[in-house]
Every structure is written in structure tokens, then in C-alpha cells.
């Protein structure tokens, strides 16, 4: 059996949900090598007094640290939300061989800063994949709950 | 006694060294609050086989460890090189009063995607100030040494 994007999407959600539950931004990340889960992650930034701790950067991180190396060609990174520039960076760096992402973000996703004749798949690598909107009204809906409930 | 941007520098390629003789890409980096030095950081990819184990990652995670908080508005960070797209994205989120580099980097510092209708300081926060060239000769120096012996 083949496992969807959507079913890996639901399970970066749920590691937004726990995000939420704790009171952190709900962001949840999953990184899957050969149809498995290899690391999750999801916001920490509250709970480490980190504004680092985004969930890619702990997904990518607990990855590393797995597979005892700093590259992940083979590796899809699902993400709830549209990365930021730091994580959009950091996945750069990471080589990583596709990108998945649920909601776009308007406010702090990387695409608000490049400019137009950039790559088409910058600022990521030459090499990775990149897809958006899986799963997309889930994951922003469960960010709006969560702003909604801090005005 | 005021210490000068310079000084401030020289301790981060006092980093930038460390990393040199680990033989690591040579960046370093420190946080400086009311004229003291609060977190050192340097360059650890290949050690932590972890690549966003950058200077300003690191010194920005001691900084943030130290001091329990999250933002750092009245801190400086200096640091060898131009950021990279990922530590610019960090810096952004840490709300750092300054950030003072060293050399430029064409190759990989974060200029390189921005369009150029961004704000002035874009990406970092918009009272972050920002000040380029500081010992840059000698940050640069470390850099070419380091990739001369690589070839």
C-alpha cells in the first residue's frame, strides 16, 4: 500500500493539534523517507522560549540526528503551513527532496520576500520538489481557531 | 570603558578560529547585551551532522537558553559572515536590536533573494538596526583560507 500526501498531511495535523492543545502556534511537521515517518515535529516556541523552534527546524533536527547525516535527498518534509524564511532556508540547507505544505501564509511565508526572477523553486534546492495546498482548509482552520481564541 | 563594534567582532572570529581548527566552515558568532558577551556560537554542521547547526543559530539558542526568553530586543549580534536566508529568517524572529556582520557572502547570503522593493531592512525586523563590513577583510581571509585548503 501506497500512502497519500493527504495521509501524511493528516498526520503533520496531528502534530498541529498538539501544538494547539499546548498553546503554540498550530504548526505540525512530519519528515518520511520510503512511506515512513521518520521524525515529527511541531511549534515549541512557548514551551522552549525559542523563536527557533518551528516545527520544521525540530522535525529536520530530530531527522538528522536519526539518520546521523545532514542531507535528506530522500526525504519528504510535510508541513501544515506554508514555511517561513528561516525554515525555508533551513530546508535549503537540508537538501531535502520534496516539499509538502498544506495552508499558504500570507503574513510570514517565504514567498512574501523573493523577488520574481528568482527560480522557480527558490529559495529551495535546485533538486526539491515543491507542492502546496494539501489538506490546505484543515491546517488553516485550525490556525484561525487558534488566533481567534487570543483576541 | 565602551568596547567597540570591532571588538565585538574580533571575539567572533576568536570563534570563527574554533571552528577553522574543527574543520568546519569558519563562522562565528556572539551575543552581545549591555556591552557583555552572552552567547558564543560557531559553526557545528559537520560535528552535529546537523545543517542548521550555523553560528548565529547556536548563539541565538544560547542566548534565548540563558536568558528565558524568546526575543532578544536589546542585544547585538555579530557575527563573521554575511546570514545565510535561514539565520536572516532567525534573526528576524528574535526581534535583535542589532546585527552587525563581517564579509559579505555572495554566494549564500540572504541579499541574494530578496526583490529589491523590500523595506530597507528586510527580512529583519523593522527596528532592527544593521551594520555590514565590520573586519570584513579578515572575516573573509578566514573564509578563503578555509575553502583553499578544500581544493
Redesign the interface.
Known amino acids: 500500500m501506497i500512502y497519500s500526501d493527504e495521509y501524511f498531511m493528516q498526520q503533520a495535523l496531528k502534530e498541529a493539534e498538539l501544538a494547539f492543545e499546548a498553546e503554540e502556534v498550530p504548526v505540525g511537521a512530519v519528515v518520511v523517507m520510503n512511506q515512513k515517518i521518520i521524525a515529527r515535529g511541531h511549534n515549541q ?2 514551551l ?5 523552534a518551528h516545527a520544521e ?1 525540530l522535525a ?2 530530530s531527522a ?2 536519526k539518520l ?4 535528506l535527498p530522500d526525504a519528504t518534509l510535510y508541513v501544515t503551513l506554508e514555511p ?7 530546508l ?3 537538501k531535502i527532496g520534496r516539499i509538502v505544505y498544506g495552508a499558504s501564509d500570507d503574513k510570514n511565508g517565504y514567498h512574501k ?4 526572477e ?1 527560480a522557480a523553486n ?2 529551495f534546492h535546485p533538486k526539491t520538489e515543491l507542492v502546496g495546498g494539501i489538506l490546505a482548509e484543515e491546517c488553516a482552520w485550525l490556525m484561525k481557531s487558534f488566533f481567534k481564541t487570543r483576541r
Open positions: 516556541v512557548e522552549l522560549k525559542d523563536s527557533t527546524i529536520l533536527t538528522y540526528s546521523g547525516t545532514k542531507y517561513c524564511l528561516m525554515c525555508a532556508g533551513a535549503y540547507w537540508s520576500h523573493l523577488h520574481s528568482s527558490a529559495p
